[in-house]
């Protein structure tokens, strides 16, 4: 088995369409891949609910308790290789990650962002599209290196920004795309 281990923070949306396509395409029997372990650095993370419902193990490491960045950043990397995972899935995982994070899973770790990389690194994305004027918006999904949201693109997927769209209607039509193409590029890059 190829086991996909996914760091969530929040509501879990991208994490669950993954498991949902994995279990409609039959990604075990047809491919041997699995999503073997959900793992989260908020403990509230509504996304470990969904995955408990669906049978899959979760854990949670909170921040707060590691005296340093490098010490919970070594102790998450840890808890992954228990996994011995093909990738890692950062699907609205909000810490920024070490170096030797990075290093230590080179090739094997993936980030969805919600902005068409390179423009908008960073937070608020949708809200500096607006205030940009884009006309276009949308989501990328990139093998994560040691700079934040930089990395080999794998996936896009293009929205139009309409006009009086709100940061959060927008957010809304880019993460209904997010949904397709995650599960579409984990799959290629572990079948790559
Ligand atoms: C998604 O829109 C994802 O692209 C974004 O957080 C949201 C998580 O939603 N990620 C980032 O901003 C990373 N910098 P989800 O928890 O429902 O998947």
Wanted: aromatic share 4%; charged share 15%; proline share 4%.
């Amino acid at each position: 088995m190829k086991n996909i281990v996914i760091l969530i923070s929040g509501g879990g949306s991208n994490m669950a369409a993954i498991v949902r396509t994995a279990g409609q395409q039959n990604w075990a029997s047809r491919h041997g891949i699995r999503v073997a372990a959900v793992l989260s650095n908020k403990a509230d993370a509504k996304g470990l609910g969904i995955a408990r419902e669906q049978g899959i193990a979760t854990q949670v490491l909170d921040h707060k308790a590691y005296a340093s960045r490098e010490a919970f950043d070594a102790a998450l990397a840890q808890a992954i290789d228990a996994h011995e995972p093909a990738l890692v899935v950062l699907a609205g995982f909000m810490r920024i990650l070490t170096p030797g994070f990075v290093d230590h899973f080179a090739g094997r770790l993936v980030n969805i962002h919600p902005s068409l990389l390179p423009a908008f690194t960073g937070l608020h994305t949708h809200q500096r599209a607006i205030e940009a004027g884009c006309k276009f918006a949308g989501c990328t999904v990139h093998l994560v290196t040691a700079e934040l949201d930089v990395g080999p693109i794998l996936d896009q997927a293009v929205v139009p920004v309409l006009p009086g769209d709100t940061a959060e209607g927008l957010a809304a039509r880019v993460l209904t795309q997010e949904h397709l193409i995650y599960p579409r590029a984990v799959l290629a890059h572990l079948l790559r």
